[in-house]
């Protein structure tokens, strides 16, 4: 399949660490980039592929990829860090090449 | 810094099309970073509908979209635009603009569809 898959919501308490899985057979060939959108705004680079963190994003904020699982981690959550959360990569598969994002993930901070 | 400047909301008739323009600004538009659109109807998530290459001006779309989406531009004044024919009401959505490998999002585009 070429999809992207993500867990609907995931809750963490403030201050521990959380992370957010996406699973699908196109991570094997194209890293996975982390979008975070929060509501009534424009998503939000968090994680650049090849888990590189852009500039402004706080460290706190990590990823990792395992052939075809890519998971963003946040170490210490905030409020501030509740939002939605997609990852996105790229599946070459067919006859012509297209962007592919997860479902999403609703992340709640308690 | 980057910035994408999209136009107004739209209020469209069911068959009618919408024309979405995307400014960019703060970097060369027709350097190495395409231009993609990606819509969001209400409560839903994030749906690719198609790339664009400001210097060639080539383009792609999903097949979703194939036949009834135009990706163009405007180079003189670094202007992208998405044009979306025989609308739906199903096409009611946000609409965006973002740089290439999505590092950069435009604000959104309202695109309400009803009679």
């Known amino acids: 399949s070429s999809e992207l898959t993500q867990d609907p919501r995931v809750s963490v308490a403030l201050g521990q660490t959380v992370t957010i899985t996406c699973r699908g057979a196109i991570l094997r060939y194209f890293s996975a980039a982390w979008y975070q959108q929060k509501p009534g705004q424009a998503p939000v680079l968090v994680m650049s592929?090849?888990?590189s963190r852009p500039s402004g994003i706080p460290d706190r904020f990590s990823g990792s990829d395992s052939v075809t699982t890519a998971t963003l981690t946040i170490t210490g959550a905030r409020a501030d860090d509740e939002g939605d959360y997609y990852c996105?990569?790229?599946?070459?598969?067919?006859?012509?090449?297209?962007?592919?994002f997860g479902g999403g993930t609703k992340l709640t901070v308690l | 810094q980057v910035q994408l400047v999209q136009s107004e909301a739209e209020l469209k008739e069911p068959g009618a099309s919408v024309r979405v323009s995307c400014k960019a600004s703060?970097?060369?538009?027709?350097?190495?970073?395409?231009i993609n659109w990606v819509r969001q109807a209400a409560g839903q998530g994030l749906e690719w509908m198609g790339w664009m290459n400001p210097n060639t001006g080539n383009t792609g779309s999903a097949d979703k979209f194939e036949g009834r989406v135009s990706l163009t531009r405007d180079v003189s004044t670094s202007t992208a635009f998405m044009e979306l024919t025989n609308l739906k009401s199903e096409d009611s959505a946000v609409y965006y603009c973002?740089?290439?490998?999505?590092?950069?999002w435009g604000q959104g585009t309202q695109v309400i569809v009803s009679s």
């Open positions: 592929p090849k888990n």
């Open positions: 996105n990569s790229r599946d070459t598969s067919g006859s012509h090449p297209r962007w592919v």
């Open positions: 973002a740089r290439g490998r999505f590092d950069t």
């Open positions: 703060g970097y060369t538009f027709t350097s190495n970073y395409d």
